[in-house]
């Protein structure tokens, strides 16, 4: 039975030049289509479940006003059985946070939210092309304590152009005095078809791996002294608070995904929808199928790709699913190390964990 639902809201405020999520800025006409697409997706797709953990991602939910947003989570709660919600996480993007919206969110059973601030220093802000300001991102933080909201993430970014390593432990500093519950770190990443990308290919950005590396190793040496455990390379949470939703994906575990772009993995096969709302809602209203990807996944493939994600995270990996020979030599250079029959990366080996991954999966 499936028990994880991901919904895609595909429209922002402002288009961030790194960003290659889908997503489109101020197409009003596209929300009765898309709001429209995604109930009857939920009537084809997910009838029938009992989500444990909804997340909705984008994108950003909250560029919906409280009433399209009161009317997708009724109408999704009309269609599915939210009986067994233990999580249900919203995105959101600071500029879009009102204690109205907050409010309404938290009483239609949002519990959980997400909220991209990215760094408390406006220089790093505006060179990241955010549509918000530092005290914009803090002020929104108290009203989603104001609204009730007691599980909270921060989603921050290091490896920005011009950030050296004191702005970033500011930026670390400055969210655990905050203190969410959960503060996920990302290293920048140059995604193809981004004008972030352009301009790395042009050379206006250098890379510099060793700096980051240093700005992961200041992430992990910090943040447990604030009480945030990493229980996943760029995730670190209070005791108990880890994300449900993502530890699923992680697990290897089923999940319906609605909206455009969104990714479904059910009973092995694998689908994306479209990537356009028009072309999405276009279909799903006329009864054909969304998705424009379908992969079987084989059971093989399943097992592979599971290890991959979960040696990412504190539990590892069960040793006996791994080559023995490679799991020594590992172990031998300090990379990995052997608990109650898991292999699980040490703090050396989670700087390179993508090239244990490559020599073990
Ligand atoms: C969908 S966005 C979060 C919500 C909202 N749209 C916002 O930006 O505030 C998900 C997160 O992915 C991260 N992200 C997006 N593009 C990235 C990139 N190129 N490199 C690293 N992190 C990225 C950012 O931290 C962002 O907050
Ligand atoms: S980072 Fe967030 S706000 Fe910026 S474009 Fe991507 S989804 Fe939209």
Redesign the pocket.
């Known amino acids: 039975m499936v028990a994880h639902l991901y919904v895609h809201i595909p429209f922002?405020p402002k288009i961030?030049p790194?960003?290659?999520?889908y997503?489109e800025v101020g197409r009003r006409e596209l929300v009765r289509p898309l709001l429209d697409g995604i109930l009857r997706e939920a009537e084809r797709e997910a009838a029938g479940l009992r989500p444990v953990t909804i997340f909705f991602?984008?994108?950003?939910p909250t560029a919906l006003s409280t009433s399209q947003l009161e009317e997708l989570i009724t109408g999704l709660r009309q269609r599915i059985d939210f009986s067994a919600l233990s999580e249900f996480t919203l995105?959101?993007?600071?500029a879009t946070v009102s204690l109205e919206k907050a409010t309404a969110l938290r009483a239609l059973g949002v519990n959980r939210v997400?909220?991209?601030?990215?760094s408390w220093s406006d220089r790093h802000l505006q060179a990241l092309g955010?549509v918000h300001s530092a005290a914009q991102a803090r002020r929104s933080f108290g009203i989603l304590r104001e609204a009730g909201f007691e599980n909270l993430n921060l989603?921050?970014?290091f490896g920005i152009p011009g950030q050296s390593a004191a702005d970033w432990e500011s930026s670390l500093r400055t969210t655990m005095e905050l203190g969410p519950e959960h503060i996920?770190a990302?290293?920048?990443?140059?995604?193809e078809d981004?004008e972030?990308f352009r301009r790395f290919q042009n050379g206006e950005f250098a890379p510099d791996e060793e700096r980051d590396v240093e700005f992961f190793e200041t992430a992990m040496r910090c943040l447990p002294q604030a009480g945030y455990s990493q229980y996943e390379i760029s995730n670190h949470a209070r005791p108990g608070r880890e994300c449900l939703h993502n530890l699923a994906y992680w697990n290897g575990c089923d999940y319906v995904g609605l909206g455009p772009s969104a990714f479904s993995t059910r009973d092995g096969v694998r689908r994306r929808n479209v990537c356009d709302t028009r072309a999405y809602a276009g279909r799903i209203l006329s009864g054909v199928s969304a998705a424009d990807f379908v992969e079987e996944v084989p059971p093989e493939l399943r097992v592979v790709e599971k290890n991959a994600f979960a040696l990412r995270t504190r539990s590892g990996v069960s040793a006996s699913n791994l080559p023995m020979d490679k799991v020594r030599q590992l172990v031998l250079e300090g990379l990995l190390i052997l608990e109650d029959g898991r292999a699980v990366l040490t703090e050396k080996g989670k700087l390179v964990a993508d090239a244990v991954a490559a020599e073990l999966i």
């Open positions: 922002c961030c790194y960003c290659s999520f997503k991602g984008g994108g950003t995105e959101m993007n600071p997400s909220m991209g601030v990215q955010r989603d921050l970014m996920s990302y290293c920048l990443t140059y995604e981004t972030y």
